[in-house]
C-alpha cells in the first residue's frame, strides 16, 4: 500500500507544508537554544559578560562555515533525493544518502584540522582584539572537538524530513539541545568553566544526536539506511549534489563573509563593545528568522516532489503560501523589534552601555525586515526545483554584492557604525525583490496549470 503520509502528492499543499515545517520549525528553534543559551549565559557573568560575548561573536564565522560545508552536501543532496523520491527510482534516493554522507565526514576532519592548528591568526583576520582573542580560543579549543558530530547530525536531517519523517528529524535536534539547555548552567556557573563550560555542552549535546542520527539510519525497518555499498564516491553524482548545494553552501558562505567584514568594521569604528551588540544583533535576527526558513525548509521537499511527479498547479500553490505566509509574519516581526527593541536587547545582556547603543542598532539592522521574506520564498523554489544557477547568484547579490561593499564604504562615507548596521536592510531590500521577480518571472508563470 502507498505511504500517504510520505506521497506529498496528495492532499492540500499548505497542509503538507505546514506538516513539514512545523516540527523543521521546533527543531531549528530547539537547535538554536546550542549557541543562543550559551550566549545569555555568557553575556550575563558578572565580571567578562560584555568582553566573553565579543569573543563569542568572533567564532560566529568559524561556526558558520561549519554550517554552510554542511549546507553544501544536504541542500544539495536532500533536493534530488526528493525529486528521485517523486519519480519513484529508490536506488538512486539511497545513492544519494550514502554519498552525502561520505562527503560531510570528509569534510569535518578536514575543517577540523584546519582551524584548531590556525585558530589564533583567523581570529585576529576576523576582528580579534588582544582582550577578545583569548575568550575565542578558549571557546574553540573545545567546540571544535563536535564538528564531526554538528555536521552528521544536521546534514542529514533533511534525509529524515524528505523520507516522509519530520517528527524523527526534530527529535535528533531536540534530544541533544534539551541537554544542552541542562548542562550549560551546570557547566557554566556550578563548574566554573564559563565560556568553555558553554562549548564543552555543546560538544557533548552534539554527540548525543550524532548517535541518535546513526541509530536511525541503521534501523533495520528504516526504507533510507546507510549501506557501505551506497556510500562510495562517484563523480557525477558528486558533482550534481555540489551544484545545487551551492546555493545553501553560498548563503552560509558569504554571511561568514559578512560576519568578518562587519566584525573588523566594528572593531575600527566602535570598539570591542560593538563587536558584542553586532553578536547580539545576529543571535536576535538568527530567532526571529527561524518561522520563514522553517517554512522554506519544509516547502521544499514539497515542491520537489511534485515537482518530480509533473503536479504543476501543486507547485504553483506551495510557492504562493509561502512567500505570502513569510512576509506576513516578517511583517509582525519588524514591527515587534522596532517598539521593544531593549527587551530583545536585554535577553542577551545586562550592560547598560551595550543595551543603549544597541537598541538604537537593532531600529536601524532590522529596518525593511518583511522583505527578507522574498529572499527566503524565491531561493526556496529555485532550490527545490533544481534551478542551481540562479540560486547561486542571488545568494551572491545579496551579500556578496550588495552588503560587503556597504559594510566598507558607508562608515567612511559619514555614517561611523551606523553604515554597517545600515548595509543590512539595504541588501534585503534590494537584494530580497530582486531574487522573488525573477523566481516569479522565469520559474511560476513558466509551470503549466496541469501536467
Known sequence: MKNVKSDFSQGKMWKNIMAQSFPLMLAQIIQLLYSVVDRIYIGHLKTQGSLALSGIGLTFPVITLII????????????????????????????????????????????????????????????????????????????????????????????????????????TIVIGAVLNMILDPIFIFFFSMGIEGAALTSVISQFVSFLWVMFYFHKKDNAYRLELDKMRLEGKMVLEIIQLGLAGFIMQATSCLVQIVCNRSLKIYGGDLYVGIMTVLNSVREIFSVPPISIGGGAQPILGYNYGAKKYKRVKEGIKFTAILGLIYLSVMWLVLVLFPKTC?????????????????????????????????????????????????????????????????????????????????????????????????????KLPDEA
Open 345 to 445: 536587547m536585554s535577553l542577551f545582556s545586562s550592560d547598560e552601555e551595550l543595551l543603549k547603543l544597541g537598541s538604537d542598532a537593532l531600529r536601524l539592522y532590522f529596518f525593511g525586515f518583511c522583505f527578507m521574506a522574498l529572499q527566503f520564498a524565491g531561493q526556496c523554489t529555485f532550490t527545490a526545483l533544481g534551478c542551481s544557477k540562479r540560486a547561486i547568484f542571488f545568494s551572491l547579490l545579496r551579500k556578496v554584492i550588495i552588503v560587503v561593499p556597504l559594510t566598507l564604504l558607508l562608515p567612511g562615507m559619514g555614517f561611523g557604525v551606523d553604515g554597517v548596521f545600515l548595509a543590512e536592510p539595504i541588501s534585503n531590500a534590494l537584494g530580497g525583490t530582486l531574487c522573488f521577480v525573477v523566481m516569479y518571472l522565469s520559474l511560476y508563470k
Open 68 to 171: 554552510a560545508f554542511t549546507n553544501l552536501f544536504s541542500s544539495g543532496g536532500a533536493p534530488l533525493f526528493s525529486i528521485a523520491r517523486g519519480e519513484k527510482n529508490e536506488e538512486r534516493a539511497k545513492k544519494l544518502l550514502g554519498e552525502v554522507f561520505t562527503l560531510i565526514v570528509i569534510t569535518s576532519f578536514i575543517i577540523f584540522a584546519f582551524f584548531y592548528a590556525f585558530k589564533t591568526p583567523v581570529l585576529y583576520l576576523f576582528g580579534a582584539s588582544d582582550k577578545t582573542v583569548l575568550y575565542g580560543e578558549k571557546y574553540l579549543n573545545i567546540y571544535l572537538f563536535g564538528t564531526l558530530f554538528s555536521m552528521v547530525s544536521t546534514g542529514l536531517v533533511p534525509f529524515i524530513n524528505a523520507s516522509g519523517h519530520p517528527g524523527m528529524g526534530m527529535c
